[in-house]
C-alpha cells in the first residue's frame, strides 16, 4: 500500500513542488494550506508522517503539531520553516516535531528525512502481542483471548480489532475505519460498519461483565477498559 504523506503548507508553489516529488517517489500525498484544516485530517486519518509549515494561516504549525501530541497522535511529523536559528528549531522539536528543516531546502533532503523518520517509526512499532487489559491479540499466531478464554473472529473481524487495539483509548471515526480497515476511500453508504462493529462487541462482550468497545455518539468508536 502506498506511504500516505500529509503536506500542510499554505504557499501553492512550494506545496506543488513538495507534493509533485513525493508522488514521483510512490507516496500519496494530502494537502492542506490552514492549521484547522491540519488538525482535522491528522486526527480523522491516518497517515505515515506529516510534512507541516510553521507558519500556516487558522492555526500556526507549532500549536498544530502540540494539539497532535496531546491528543496522542504518534505520526511523524517535519517541521518547515524559514526560521532556522537553533532556538526556533529547538522550540518546534519540544513542540512534539520530530525533524526540522529550515527553507530553501533541497527534495533530494527533504525526502531523506522523510524516509528516516518512516523507517524508525516502523523499526519502533514493530509488535508481536497487542493488549488491552485482560484481551490479548498474538499477531503472530492470529489468536485472541479476553480473560484466558478464546475469542473465535472473522479475518475481518480480526483486522477491525487490530486497528482498534492500536489506537485504544482514542475515538477512531468511520473514515478511518473505511480506509484502514476495509481501503476504501468513500462512504459505500452501507452498513458494513455497524455491522462488524456488532459482532465484534458480541465476541468480545458475551460472557464478560466489563464492555470493552463503546460507541461516541456523532463521533465513532473507542475501545478502552474505562466506560
Known amino acids: ?126 509488535e508481536t502481542e497487542l493488549r488491552c487489559g485482560g484481551l490479548v491479540m498474538d499477531l503472530l499466531t492470529r489468536k485472541v483471548v479476553r480473560d484466558g478464554r478464546p475469542i473465535e473472529l472473522l479475518p475481518r473481524e480480526f483486522k477491525l480489532l487490530e486497528f482498534l487495539l492500536r489506537n485504544q483509548n482514542r475515538v477512531v471515526t468511520r473514515v478511518m475505519l473505511l480506509e484502514r480497515v476495509w481501503d476504501y476511500r468513500f462512504d459505500p453508504h452501507t452498513s458494513i460498519i455497524d455491522t462488524h462493529i456488532s459482532r465484534l462487541r458480541k465476541a468480545l462482550e458475551t460472557g464478560f461483565d466489563k464492555p470493552l468497545l463503546h460507541t461516541v455518539r456523532g463521533a465513532g468508536y473507542r475501545l478502552s477498559e474505562e466506560p
Open 1 to 126: 500500500m502506498p506511504r500516505r504523506v500529509l503536506v500542510v503548507e499554505d504557499d501553492s508553489s512550494t506545496a506543488d513542488y513538495i507534493a509533485k516529488g513525493l508522488r514521483e517517489e510512490g507516496f500519496t500525498v494530502e494537502h492542506v494550506g490552514d492549521g484547522r484544516d491540519a488538525l482535522y485530517l491528522a486526527t480523522s486519518s491516518e497517515f505515515d508522517a506529516i510534512v507541516m509549515d510553521r507558519m500556516i494561516p487558522g492555526l500556526d504549525g507549532l500549536t498544530v503539531v502540540k494539539a497532535l501530541r496531546a491528543a496522542a497522535v504518534p505520526t511523524p511529523i517535519l517541521i518547515l520553516s524559514a526560521m532556522g536559528h537553533l532556538d526556533e528549531r529547538v522550540k518546534g522539536l519540544r513542540a512534539g516535531g520530530d525533524d526540522y528543516l529550515t527553507k530553501p531546502f533541497g527534495f533530494s533532503e527533504l525526502h531523506a528525512r522523510l524516509e528516516n523518520l518512516i523507517r524508525r517509526r516502523t523499526e519502533k512499532t514493530v
